[in-house]
């Protein structure tokens, strides 16, 4: 007798960005590095801290000895519009990951979606590993790193950006001068 075939699984269209793991872990080294928590710290800046983002970054470095990506994610955080949630949640990240995509092609851009979706398919297929992280602007394509990220560029054009690393350019593909600037993709 013949065992019947496992039904197929459809994978989530979007992964949680590895910065979510990032920030879960900044958050709970803090109290060990500062000896407040984020709660503590966001009160604390709201009370005592300047009320203009850039100065609260100076503050927070020049008064309280904090780094500058501490202090500037502190600052922020503690700004009525900061990230919140949205940086240190997975469910709440995948949320807003969709109404980022949804936000990007819409209004003029909203003719791109069909190639964005087909663009999001071949890259998804590129393997069972392969996650789409998005973000406001765009969404990188991950494996170990990001290989590739798709951006609604113009209301007519979308761009497909490698991580080619020194691989050459030939044919179709435009050198941007990441790798001569030392960028990467995020």
């Known amino acids: 007798m013949a065992k019947a075939a496992k039904p197929a699984t459809k994978r989530p269209l979007y992964s949680v960005h590895p910065g979510v793991a990032m920030v ?19 009160a604390f800046i709201q009370s005592d801290g300047p009320h203009d983002l850039k100065a609260r970054r100076a503050w927070l470095k020049a008064e309280h000895g904090l780094g500058t990506n501490t202090a ?53 297929n590129i393997g069972e590993d392969v996650k789409a992280c998005p973000c406001k602007t765009i969404v990188p394509l991950y494996r170990n790193h990001v290989f590739a990220e798709i951006k609604p560029t113009t209301r007519t054009r979308i761009d497909l950006g490698f991580a080619l690393k020194d691989a050459p350019i030939v044919g179709r593909l435009i050198d941007t001068g990441g790798f001569k600037k030392n960028e990467t993709l995020p």
């Open 24 to 42: 879960q872990k900044w958050i709970a080294d803090l109290p060990k590095k500062t000896g407040k928590s984020l709660d503590q710290w966001v």
């Open 72 to 124: 500037w994610w502190l600052a922020e955080r503690a700004d009525e519009g900061g990230m919140g949630m949205i940086e240190e949640d997975p469910a709440t990240y995948l949320a807003a990951a969709e109404g980022y995509v949804a936000a990007m092609y819409s209004g003029g851009k909203a003719g791109l979606q069909p190639i964005y979706d087909r663009l999001l398919a071949l890259g998804l």
